[in-house]
Structure formats: structure tokens, C-alpha cells
């Protein structure tokens, strides 16, 4: 059983910045692609950035420039950076993991999530 769990999300003026982390206590965290992808109401979730296991990053066009995906192996932890926020980037923000999928950022290919993190930007 694989279990992540969201923190930081929040609202916050267009403008500016949050920081969500994802954590986990499985052992071969490493192993691991990590993404972000999050859902705004009656849109379909979609890829935010995604971290392989080796390193390699994959960043949507839309939140490309803005925000930073790394991992803090010392803490199980994948994190993301938001700077720039836009009230589009409004939505609920999910963590998946998953092992061989390099740095893709389809949904289909991740079978672990955790329960989400809203965010919202207000205008």
C-alpha cells in the first residue's frame, strides 16, 4: 500500500506563491516517477509537472516558467513550487506516483494518488 500525502495548498492573490509537498513513507521512494496534476470544477484533471526517477522533469505549457518540481529524497518528499499564480491555475492539486514511466504526464500511466490539495487563486 502506497500512501502520499498533500500539504500546502491554500488561497492566495494572483501573484503569488505556494509550495505543495507530497510525502511518503514507502521505502523505494526513489524508485518512483513523481507528478502533480490537479482538476479545476467540470474540467478534466490534467498534468502539472511530473519528476522521473531519474531526475528528468516534464513541465505543462501552461504553468511552464512558473512553477519547479523536485524531490527532497532526504524526506520522501516531491514538492512543488508556484510562483506566479494565475486565478487559472485555481483546482484541486493531487499527488501520483508510480514506478517506470519515466517523466510522462498522463494520467492513465499513475496508479497511486493521494487525496488532493485545494488551491486557489483569487483575482
Known amino acids: 500500500q502506497v500512501e502520499l500525502a498533500e500539504s500546502g495548498g491554500g488561497s492566495v492573490q494572483a501573484g503569488g506563491s505556494l509550495t505543495l509537498s507530497c510525502t511518503t513513507s514507502?521505502?523505494?521512494?526513489?524508485?518512483?516517477?513523481w507528478a502533480w496534476f490537479r482538476q479545476a470544477p467540470d474540467k478534466e484533471r490534467e498534468g502539472v509537472a511530473v519528476?522521473?526517477?531519474?531526475?528528468?522533469?516534464t513541465v505543462a505549457d501552461t504553468v511552464k516558467g512558473r512553477f519547479t518540481i523536485f524531490k527532497d529524497n532526504d524526506k520522501n518528499t516531491c514538492i512543488l513550487l508556484m510562483n506566479k499564480l494565475k486565478p487559472e491555475d485555481t483546482g484541486m492539486y493531487y499527488c501520483?506516483?508510480?514506478?517506470?514511466?519515466?517523466?510522462?504526464?498522463?494520467?492513465?500511466?499513475?496508479?497511486?494518488w493521494g487525496q488532493g490539495t485545494q488551491v486557489t487563486v483569487y483575482s
Open positions: 514507502m521505502y523505494n521512494y526513489e524508485q518512483y516517477s
Open positions: 519528476i522521473g526517477s531519474d531526475g528528468r522533469t
Open positions: 501520483a506516483a508510480e514506478l517506470n514511466v519515466g517523466s510522462t504526464l498522463s494520467t492513465d500511466d499513475f496508479g497511486w
